[in-house]
């Protein structure tokens, strides 16, 4: 079992930049691939970024590549999503994500846990 808890999330104006924090629990989120999810008011979740399980694959939504950037601390169980130059629509829920592969994440399949979710507001 793996449970995954987000924190780092606030409000924030355009331009500025947030650290998003995903803390995991047992081992066996090692053998994962992790990534970031959201989901605007009213619109579909959307894939943000994955990492692979042993870090040196990356994948980006083409709305976020070059403004965030993920990375994973194997010695803490913790995945990180560096988000600058934030923007009103990157305002959403965002989800962190245990996966088979990152390409599967990208593709919106095979995530296996997930977390409860933590809210990113950006203002104009």
């Known amino acids: 079992q793996v449970q995954l808890v987000e924190s780092g999330g606030g409000s924030v104006q355009a331009g500025g930049s947030l650290r998003l924090s995903c803390a995991a629990s047992?081992?066996?989120?090692?053998?994962?691939?992790a990534g970031w999810f959201r989901q605007a008011p009213g619109k579909e979740r959307e894939f943000v970024s994955a990492?692979?399980?042993?870090?040196?694959?990356?994948k980006y939504a083409a709305s976020v590549e070059g403004r965030f950037t993920i990375t994973r601390d194997y010695s803490k169980n913790i995945v990180y999503l560096q988000m600058n130059s934030l923007r009103p629509d990157d305002t959403a829920v965002y989800t962190c994500?245990?996966?088979?592969?990152?390409?599967?994440?990208?593709?919106?399949?095979?995530?296996?846990?997930w977390g409860k979710g933590i809210l990113v507001t950006v203002s104009p």
């Open positions: 994500d245990a996966g088979r592969t990152v390409e599967s994440m990208a593709a919106g399949y095979g995530m296996d846990y």
């Open positions: 990492v692979s399980r042993v870090g040196h694959i990356t």
């Open positions: 047992g081992s066996a989120f090692s053998i994962y691939a």
